[in-house]
């Protein structure tokens, strides 16, 4: 089957560094996305990973490696506005999209 | 970036009508648009694939007579919710595919959401 795991919610303070985990399993696999929203909002594209290794930009890194079937999201200097959901999805080996449940991401001051 | 237009983004119709909400791609030609449904507190659900030309790949589950899917140009699918009912109210969201962008997968965009309330 086709699975995806990621955190429910994680908690950070401003300023801070925060990893989302992701944890595949799928039926083949052309590429990891990241997308951030928030509520009531579409998704916004934050990043691709289709090789391995760390992917970075601006605050934002993802890192895959698909020995392992795992990728994560690093945000760094965390602001107030990046209190949002974090999806991971993954494109399979008939480029369908399966989305992780996605995480909610809560920020502090 | 490339943009995805999706109208309207808010509809309110009463049980019984049809709605029909357009996604657009702007800059960019897209043979292949994906249609969403997103109940609360729930993750993204693929409904179908649009492709240019040709009939919509549904998803397992989802009634085609239901959500009719036009995909009648490069830049226009259009999604068409039939008889709707309460349990129709969700949030569609769109996306395409710029192939011409992220290399052979094509980066995904999205459209901005609509929110359909059946009363």
């Known amino acids: 089957g086709q699975n995806i795991d990621q955190p429910t919610e994680m ?25 951030q929203q928030h ?25 895959l490696s698909r020995s392992k079937g795992y990728s994560y999201l ?14 991971c999805a ?13 995480t909610k991401l809560i920020i502090k001051p | 970036g490339a943009v995805v237009s999706q109208h309207p983004s808010r509809v309110i119709c009463k049980s019984g009508t049809s709605v029909k909400i357009e996604c657009r791609s702007l800059d960019f030609q897209a043979t292949t648009m994906f249609w969403y449904r997103q109940f609360p507190k729930q993750s993204l659900m693929l409904m179908a694939t649009s492709n240019e030309g040709s009939k919509a790949t549904y998803e397992q589950g989802v009634e085609k007579d239901k959500f009719l899917i036009n995909h009648a140009s490069l830049t226009l699918s259009t999604l068409t919710v039939t008889s709707a009912h309460p349990e129709d109210s969700s949030f569609y969201i769109c996306s395409a595919r710029d192939l ?10 999205f459209g901005e959401g609509s929110r359909l309330t059946v009363l």
Not at chain 1, 13 to 34: P, R
Not at chain 1, 74 to 87: G, I, N, R, T, V
Request: charged share 15%; aromatic share 14%.
């Open chain 1, 11 to 35: 908690t950070a303070t401003e300023g801070a560094i925060v990893q989302i985990n992701c944890t595949y399993q799928t039926s083949g696999f052309n590429g990891l996305f990241w997308y």
């Open chain 1, 39 to 63: 509520a009531g909002e579409a998704p916004t594209f934050l990043s691709y990973n289709v090789l391995d290794g760390l992917e970075e930009k601006g605050r934002f890194s993802s890192f």
């Open chain 1, 74 to 87: 690093l945000l760094k200097e965390l602001q107030m506005k990046d209190s949002a959901s974090y999806l």
């Open chain 1, 90 to 102: 993954t494109l399979d080996s008939n480029y369908q999209l399966i989305w992780g449940a996605g």
């Open chain 2, 100 to 109: 011409d962008s992220g290399g052979d997968t094509g980066e995904l965009f």
